[in-house]
Every structure is written in C-alpha cells, then in structure tokens.
C-alpha cells in the first residue's frame, strides 16, 4: 500500500520526512491552524524513529514532579554545559529545557501520544548538574490496529531486537519471564499467553500489532497524524527544493509540485548512510575500516543536500559526528547481514571487551556512546576498528550474548554460522578469532583477580548509578562485574555503528535553515537529525535524540503557526 499525490498541492507546510521530528512539526502546525502535509521517500513512514528505543530526555517533566525528584533548570543548564563544553549553544540548550515539559504536557493532551517515566540516569549522572533518575520518558505501549490499513506502511521495529518479531514490553520483569520460562511455572504461563497472542496477531495482521519503544511513539505520532487528517505520502521524493525570490516556496516530486506558503520542514533523518559523506566524516573509514548502521538505510542525507544546494550550511564539526552504537553483524542468510545494537550485554558481569591484542579498552558498562568512541581512540592508526565480547559459558546462559538468546535456546547455530565463536581455553579462543593468545590470557587473569570481589580498578565498572542500571542488580557485590572462569569460553566481533548522526543544518532556535554567513533561507527549516545537535557531539543521557526532536518540532511547528518561541 502507498500514498502519492494526484497532482500539484498546495499547503501552508510541507514536511520532508516522518520520523518524530518531522510528525511533530506536522502536528504542532495542524493544531494550530495551518494544512499540513508529508512526504517520505520509502513506502514505510516512522523513519528512524521507529527502530529506536522510543525514549526522549526531557528534563524538568511534570513524570519527575509527580515521582518527587528535584530536578532544576539550574542544574540541567550546568549538565549540558558540562557536557557540550566548546559547543554549548545557550539559545537553543535554553529554548529546549524550557519547551521540553510544555511540549509533553501538550501533546499528552492534544494527541494520541503517551509516555511512562523510566528509572533510567544520566549516562554521566557524576558530571555537576547529573542525576540518578527523572530526564528519560519513555513511549507508552500502543496498538497499532488502530492505524487500520495505514498499518501495512508502519516501518516494522528492527527484526534483530525482536524475538519472533514480538517486541518486548519497558518493564525488565517482562524480558525475565522469558529468561525464566524453563524454571518457573509463573513464568511458563505468562510467556505461553504473550506467545500465543503474538501468534495469533501474526496470522491477522501479518506482524505483532502490540508494540512499545520507537516502534510504539512512531505509531502513536502517526495517529495522531492521520486523525488530523494530515497525508503521509510514502514513495514520494523530494528531489527539489523550489525557491522564488530567495524563499522556499514548495518542493518538486516525481510527477508533482507541493507548494508550502509557510515553509518546507526538512526532517529526513540525517546522514548516516551518505557513504562519501561519512568516508570523510569518520575516522574509522577514513583509515580503511568498517561502519555498520542499525538506522533505515534510507537516510542518504537527501535532505541535507537539498538545503545545501540552495546555500545551507551543514559542516562538520564535532568531534564526533554521530551517536556512535557498537553493533555486531548477524548473518540473516543469502549473504546478508542485520545490525544488532549492544544495548544490554555489555552491563552483564562476565562479559569483557578487549581488542585483537587481547587488551581491554574501556568501562564496558558506560553508554554504548562512550565505548564506541574510546572503541576509535583505542584503534587509532589501526585500519580495522573492531573489538571481541569475551564471557564464558555460564555467562552466555543466564544472559546471551548479543543475538544469541540465554537458555534454554541452543548456541549451535550461532556456532555454525560463525557468529559465535567457541574455545574450550581461552587460547583456543584466540585461535579461532586472531586475538593475541598470551595477552588474552594474562587480561582474563588479571581482570578475575579483582572481579571474584566484584571490583575492576582498571576501569572502574560499576562506579556508577548508569552503570549499574542496566547490570545484574541481583549479582553481588557489584551488578556490572563478575569472573570468567568455566569454558568453554565465546567471543563475538563488535564493529562501529551509530544511531544517527549529530552533525547538520546551522538553523535558529526556532529551526530556520541558515547560510554560512549566518543569514537564514526564508522558508526553510529542519528539525530532528537533519537540525545540527544541542548536544554537540556528545550523549549526555537515554533520548537525546527524540527529545530535543520532537520539542523543536513543537517550536517550528508554532513558530510556522505564528505562535511565539
């Protein structure tokens, strides 16, 4: 099923993209007033949105009032200084920690859109102005039967992080009775129950309907979108901005003009698979080495483009360029791979990254962030940038190991396949995946002499409330360490991805496209990864992403309306 226009339209806005950055803008601007419609260039809407976590970090939510946690505006202006240092740009950082409560009480409001607190801290919650927990919402579950046949163009989650394609619920009381469907009967009947819905919602639908993280707010957007009767036109490029007079008044598509007497909103995801972009952008395949994106492929940086070629400006500039997201390649047969992002193994106790030299490199439990950078400074001059998840076999059956399930689903697959590999000594292990045997060795031994007390001075594991959070909390002493000790032992080959990508368009706080010389385009904008990033180059927290994605598409959308900033 796919939507295109039957001719030339007209509209105060056009939206190039729908991802929650740009289904915002489109709300927003509905709302108050204005017609409104969508463009995507893929016959699925929700963009990357609809692969992600679903989480927004909004500081000051009324989530953290009504939980009791103080949280000041002080404090989270004095965390973003900290954590954007040079790039801090005081307008924009403002405008978004005033807006960002407004904008979730709005949309709870107006629209189909819903969201659950989360006990999720800071990645940094040490840093002056960090906190221990209140920032990170999270997308409500949803039933996306509701979009009626506007479900077939629904993006479908990550087919990696999905279980038989059936998405697991926020709550990690939901992932244990999975875990524990062989030892409980508790447990054996709330999975047979989940299943047998999925099944069955499978055989109707064609694919599990009951859906939470970015699959659950992309949804939950979407019909908000479509009860205002705004079109999403899937299959519909933009191939040309048009421009009159020195204003964008509308975009080319095949076939048709969409002319916007308000302005065109550029919101197409970023640039994370502009090859020749990212060759120049990034380290890693600067010097020869490997990138692997989770994010739809579709996100080529058209939009980006599009603004440059009329006189935007999008530089790159920040030390890194993108939310970096080690990600190990699943084969899926037929020679093709799928990218499954490291967002939960790494925390376990018994699992240790270390590179082909068979050292560790960082604090495996930070923020998929942070290990990747230190991931790239680790393999500076090296043409590969790629590491080995190392754990034994207990480990690997109470927790799995990236794509590979714990008990009581087999191993041998994941063996044969090669995307395991398997020693019954660690230097078998190193054998079989080219890692230095000798400094394996003395890595494990030395990490264990600590870790049977639960410590790691060498990178301090555990020190943290964010460390701990995703961790064993019923491993003892510490939750994000343990020995590894019983073969045989696995290793599994991370390579660098990314979640999207954090350099864009220079615009003004209320979105408008500037030009080098710091003049803005009239009627252009760009919000979502398309918009230049607030966070400079930096991951201070769970949904930094969609948070400030959705409230500066509240901006634009009101500042397009009229409506003051």
Known sequence: MSLRPKGNETYDVVVIGSGAGGMSTAITAKKHGLSVAII????????????SGGVLWIPRSHYAADAGIEDSREDAITYMKEETGNFYAADAVEAFIDAGPEMVDWFERETSVKFVPTLYPDYHPDVPGGVDVGRSILAAPFDTSTLGENLKRLRPPLATITFMGMMFNSSNADIKHFFNATKSAKSFAYVTKRMVKHFAEMARYGRGIQVTSGNALAARLAKSVFDLDIPIYTETPAEELLVEAGRVTGVRVPGAVLTANKGVVIATGGFAHDIEKLKKAYPHLARGGEHFSPVPEGNTGDGIRLAENIGGHAPVEFNDTSAWMP????????GKFGAFPHLLDRYKPGIIAVLKTGKRFTNESESYHDVG????????GETETAAWLI???????KYGLGFAKPAPVPLGKYISNGYLQKGNTLAELARATGIDAAALEATVATYNKDAVRGEDPEFGRGKTSFNRYL??????PNPCVGPIQKGPFYALKIVMGDLGTFDGLKTTVEGQVKREDGSTIEGLFAVGNDRASIMGGNYPGAGITLGPAMTFGYITGRYLAGMST
Do not use: N, Y
């Open 471 to 476: 961790a064993d909390p019923e491993h003892k």
């Open 327 to 334: 990600v190990s390649k699943v084969p899926m047969g037929g």
């Open 40 to 51: 995507e260039k893929e016959p699925v809407f929700g963009g990357t949105t609809a692969f």
């Open 373 to 380: 950078a230190a991931l790239m400074r680790a393999c500076h």
């Open 391 to 397: 754990c034994d076999h207990p480990t690997i059956r």
